[in-house]
């Protein structure tokens, strides 16, 4: 094989296990992890907060009709997915989900169908509720809400 | 010992709620100093003022991406510290974000939703893993290869630079069959 360019290659530093005085998978045992599980989950309520503001900013793109309103829109939804995960909130996540896959492949000027897209953010917002994720209700609005995404892609000659 | 106490891990996200779940993550396993910036401008002025072992970094930020600045990280001619460890966070899965984080010259991913055991296994690997450097005109970064080496590769040759070890071999198998 011939190499186009000269490569230099720096040999592995272990100098954060000597830093800490061995190896960092003694050291973060299953009670660390624990730990840190419980420190993640006393910062859930202003996460809610959070969520209610994204979607906020994204009705409001919506409502605006403004070329660059789809990009705030998809890095909103977007946000509000890596969020829900990370605090299981499932369903929110799905409704997130749903809002990034009808926007995807999609240009800055697009301006996506108000019905949709407002129906997501209805169940996005129902999403937030305490029991949703065990609420029949919301499992049938989130598979409405994708069959409005689906019908909508197809009809935009998208899927 | 000094333990996870003697680290200092530098979150840059430009979502202050994703940083705070980062944050109490880190603070929630005792580690010593973990100090936050909004975008990649903001984290070159804390790096400045002190060397962080680890940087924890998100993909999608604005106005400055996660692979442009672990590109300036990487190379940049007034790079503090061009060697450290970066993990990126990203929702994005796709084979080409995953791919162009990778070539950007980051050490580990770890997709969104995150979760505790998700990111500290990352920040095990690249303590207890570490991978060469390698530096080049066209990549900076940890060696993309993990494993072997690659000496054992027995499969197809992908470079540009491949092209003429494939006619060579190719020539090869030619003679061997005449």
């Known amino acids: ?159 | 010992m000094p333990g996870l106490s003697s680290l200092h891990v530098l979150v840059v996200d430009d979502n202050p709620h994703m940083r705070s779940i980062v944050v109490a993550i880190l603070r929630g396993v005792d580690i010593g100093i973990v100090q936050e910036a909004s975008d990649g401008a903001d984290a070159m002025e804390v790096m400045r003022g002190g060397a962080p072992d680890i940087v924890i970094v998100d993909l999608n930020m604005f106005p400055i991406d996660g692979l442009e600045f672990t590109k300036m990280i990487r190379t940049g001619v007034d790079s503090p510290y061009p060697f450290i460890p970066i993990i990126m966070m990203t929702g994005h899965t796709e084979r080409s974000k995953v791919t162009a984080a990778r070539d950007s010259g980051v050490n580990e991913l770890v997709a969104k939703p995150i979760s505790a055991k998700t990111l500290l296994d990352r920040i095990v690997a690249v303590i207890d893993r570490p991978r060469s450097f390698v530096q080049t005109t066209a990549y900076t970064g940890p060696c993309r290869r993990r494993g072997g080496g690659g000496k054992e590769f027995a499969g197809k040759l992908r470079r540009k630079s491949d092209n003429k070890a494939k006619a060579e071999q190719s020539n090869e198998s030619k003679e061997e069959t005449a």
């Open chain 1, 1 to 159: 094989m011939s190499a186009e360019t000269p490569v230099e290659l720096i040999a592995p530093s272990f100098r954060l296990q000597r830093k800490m005085g061995g190896p960092a998978s003694r050291l973060l045992t299953p009670e660390a992890y624990r730990q840190a599980n419980a420190a993640l989950e006393e910062i859930i309520p202003p996460i809610d907060e959070e969520v209610r503001r994204l979607l906020q900013e994204l009705q409001e793109a919506l409502q605006a009709k403004v070329p660059g309103g789809r990009d705030i829109m998809w890095n909103n939804a977007h946000e509000i997915r890596g969020l829900a995960g990370t605090v299981s909130k499932i369903t929110l996540g799905q409704a997130a989900n749903l809002i990034c896959h009808y926007l995807n492949d999609t240009a800055s000027d697009f301006l996506p169908d108000q019905n949709v897209m407002q129906t997501i953010v209805v169940v996005a917002m129902q999403a937030l509720r305490e029991e949703a994720d065990t609420d029949p209700m919301i499992k049938v609005m989130v598979q409405d809400g994708a069959r409005a995404v689906l019908a909508q892609r197809h009809r935009e000659g998208r899927d």
